[in-house]
């Protein structure tokens, strides 16, 4: 089974282009139900936001390299998880 996970979140500038390409394969406008959320938070020392992701497990329902493509940083990596029998699903 293919995931998507964040390898790289000190990396996440808050654009949310995978929030929005997340959105636009599922064809839903708004935010609501999103499989993928960006929280913002400030630092306690410096004021500069940063910024934690979110991953519903449903995300893997969708194109992952669309998704993985579109971030500007390269937050997202894409892994192959085994099942215990040593297969890949």
Partial sequence: MRSLVASLPNKCIGCELCVFEAQRQLSKVG????FIRIFREPEKNTGF??????LD???EKLDLEKIKSVCPNGVF????????NGLTR
């Fill in 31 to 34: 935010l609501e139900g999103s």
């Fill in 57 to 59: 497990p449903q995300v």
């Fill in 77 to 84: 990596d894409i892994i192959e998880e085994e099942m215990e």
């Fill in 49 to 54: 936001l940063k910024f934690s992701i979110d």
